[in-house]
């Protein structure tokens, strides 16, 4: 049995439906160079591509 990468789980979540979800990038700073819709849309998790969910996931088993 393999441990699970700790790193990962800081950084991703799980769906109950198996969706790998990451939070959207360019959020940590120049942020004043975006419009308001630019910085409250970055608030939201993203779906993760199926070919990089399938890796994330072999990483959390």
């Known amino acids: 049995m393999k441990k699970t990468r700790k790193s990962i789980t800081k950084r991703f979540k799980i769906t ?4 790998v979800l990451r939070r959207a990038i360019g959020t940590n ?3 004043c160079k ?3 819709k630019q910085t409250r849309q970055k608030r939201k998790w993203v779906e993760l591509a ?3 969910a399938k ?3 072999s990483l959390l088993s």
């Open 34 to 36: 975006n419009t308001g």
């Open 55 to 57: 890796k994330i996931k």
């Open 16 to 19: 109950k439906t198996g969706k």
């Open 50 to 52: 199926k070919p990089d």
């Open 29 to 31: 700073h120049y942020l």
